[in-house]
């Protein structure tokens, strides 16, 4: 056990002596990564449940045999060792004073794959969906589909035994593994799986016998204790080993040792590979969204749906609905899905092979809601597209949740008690009692098929969150018991649930656990306190929010008020007044936002996290870095807060794409984060030459196109280039900046002055100096639609800035008077109604983002609301019938289209989508990508350089390689088309300059 001391990190139980010995032996002997410093334990402290546990070190096996190695050295150094993949566990499975050992970065592979017999064989380390991106083009897949499969590990799903959306229909894990092949604590290998395949060795043989004699002594308790429902994952799975011949996770009634394994939470053996069983993909599906006036309806009426066969009926709540509705990401799908104000929906699949019989069984879901007296309640959704959006909403359901601002958030112990499903609705409702008679209120979600919620009652755990959490668990497992349930149905015991395996199985059964544990592992070395000899779910000292937690003071420079939002859990009103008006409140409360559940950790489609796409290191994650900075500012890295090298360091590749303040469904906004950390090291320390020259860019470009024969001169002198860039920092295979002209020096205001129509052209330093043509093909197409077209230069001034360049290297100050000499001139202009319109995104939008955070107030929301990208602006027009624009085709039929990451962190990338399709016969294609790796000066700086062409080469550079000679390329980012130069020697152009080129 660890305790927190006050500030300071959590101490181990190991000697440190031991420790160091550990970390040096561990050096040597093994290939991959060697973690031992605080920040990086800290960062493996955390899974997604309430508990916080720091590591004695981490390690990150490169292949098989430094997962042998790692083993052999902690039982010799006898330090507990920990297996983890995604650290997605809800009940603290994944935290230990132990040694970690991540198999997600490089144990990651398929070995095996027979599409005859439907078996593969993969590593522990293997991403669930990464495997089923794998299988489909072979018509396969395997079917436990988790809500975190964008994530979870297939080790860490064995570990668990998860179970997914449709395991009515496909089973959980433990039905869907063959076989696992394991390292025992005694440093052995091992093969479990059918009796008849298991290896001569008298190890193995010997286990297998003993594991049936205890189970074949325990039959009685067995038959009386094992829970009688589909979801249970207490304890070990004893009941393999059925002599009734009622065995349930083999349908051919095989005993099969692997199944022992499964949930066993790594306490039993390390993965080394994991077999599974695959199942068909089937054909077609359909969604039929069930609107329910009323929660207990949609529970009552659950029992009477499933008769209907479907593969999946899962439970969307009111307060779920609400919070998807305020998500930016959500709002349009989850929109689609309502009928009015439903108090609940339950989302019902139907699938197979025949598209016309699964509509005609969401005909049947209509008149059974019409017999149930709920006619006209049922939304169908037949197109692939919409099903998969409101199923990632679901899927999202979690982090939903936890997108709820203050201290007291849905806390996760009773989340998945399982009951029959025709006691579900009383359940829920005397739960629902339970939780008003403690002053809270429950989340609700998941899976109302097998009868397993996910509910979650709001709680303060920094106050008496952990006195009512013991409370409300005693009562609802009296509930749980009355109803013949299992108090752990899915997401396993870990720390959350252990001390309740012997409630739930009893003590003869919760001895033959110890038993079986001593016989794989007599010194308990594989993650101690798991399922037996556990502490209590509410012992402080494994909490991540201790009673001596206490953040240390700090001064934001931005506005973070808002995010310190006390609510009361019943009624939702605000408990504390005035505190979310506080300027330099909030922002420990926005940093502690991340839940851990790691959707970050994604590679499927968006932006987030572009740094640990390029590089699978947590330090370089969203959930890496704010638990980094939640670690600094509560002074569990020492005295310096923000500004110290780990904080630093953890934010290094952070390329600020904002793809969190999108994608993140519990809104952690790592960019903005960045500017608080990158201030705060400023304070403190002098500001390097060559961030010094980025951030004053906007200040002596007018001068620096005087240079550029100068500049070009330098170019042609390979030498004497590489020589310069050295000096400033920069790569060697990046070009030198060049200044070509001066738009706005030669622009005027244009168009008659009786136009009614007027626009405001804000032309941004690159755009402005670097490739002014942009700002005249955007000036052209502007006065071709009609408009008076205003620039952003007030008489004898320079021109005006968004200060974006100063946020980088932490000179808030001075970004805050760019913005205050913005707002002074643009806010006339708006009080008129003339929209002010950009064409860099990063520039213009941080007019809708970082301005509001300045403490300008309403000044700054009004020019939010007035500022457009320049298709946005185009696209507004057009849809209020104002636009005149005669477009002819081009000579080029097909458009490949990438967006910049803060278009897409602001929904803005479809309006360019759509004015690109105005242009006849021209066919888009929009590149699937995350951020470029140009992002700004990142992709110049020379120690960023590699990074920045891994992130490009993820999906974008390739992608560039292969359109054809004669396709546009089209991106509005000035850094995107840089990295395009540079990396695919192609030009990608503006979209004001495509649409230039069109005008008749």
Known sequence: MTSLSGSGLQTSKVPAARVTELAARLQREIAGEVLFDAASRGRYSTDASIYQVMPVGVVIPRHQHDLQVALDIAREAKVPLLARGGGTSQCGQTVGDALVVDTSRWLNQVVEFDPEARTVVVEPGMVLDDLNRWLKPHGLWFPVDVSTSAQCTIGGMAGNNSCGSRSIHYGNMVHNVLGIEALLADGSQGYFGFLHELPASERMRELARQVQRIAEREQPNIQEHFPKVLRRVGGYNLDLFDCQNQRPYDPDGQVNLAHLLVGSEGTLGVTRRIKLRLSPLPRHKVLGVVNFPGFYQSMDMTQHIVKLDPTAVELVDRTMIELSLENPAFRPVIEKALIGQPDALLLVEFAGEDAGELRRQLDRLSELMADLGLPGSVVCMIEGAEQTALWNVRKAGLNIMMSMKGDGKPVSFIEDCAVPLEHLAEYTAKLTEVFHKHGTEGTWYAHASVGTLHVRPILDMRRDGSDKMRAIAEEASELVRAYKGAFSGEHGDGICRGEWVAWQFGPQLNAAFKEIKQLFDPDNLLNPGKIVDTPRMDDHSYFRFPRTYQPIPVTPVLDWSGWDVLRDPLTGEQSAPGSAGDPTGGLIKAVEMCNNNGHCRKFDAGTMCPSYRATRDEQHLTRGRANTLRLALSGQLGSEGLASEDVKAALDLCVSC??????????????????????????????????????????YAPYARHLASAVAAVERVPLLSRWVKRRLGLADQRALPSFVGNFLAEASDTGSATQTREVLLFVDTFNNYMEPENARAARRVLEAAGYRVHFNQAPGQRPLCCGRTYLASGQVGKAKAEAKRALEHLLPFVERGVAIVGLEPSCLLTMRDEFLRYGYGEKAVVLSKASFLFEEFLLREHQAGHLRLDLKPLAETRALLH????????????????????????????????????AGSFGYEREHYEASMQMGELALLPAVRKAEADDLVVADGTSCRHQIHDGAQRTALHVARVLERALA
């Open 899 to 934: 967006g910049h990451c803060h278009q897409k962190a602001f929904d803005a990338l479809r309006p360019v989508e759509q004015v690109l399709r105005w242009i006849p016969k021209l066919e888009v294609r929009t590149v699937e990508t995350s951020c470029c790796g140009m």
């Open 658 to 699: 904002k793809g969190c303040k999108r994608e993140c469904p519990t809104g952690v906004d790592m960019a903005k984060m960045k500017i608080e950390a990158r201030a705060a090291w400023a304070s403190k320390h002098a500001i390097p030459l060559r961030e010094r020259l980025i951030a004053e860019m906007p200040r």
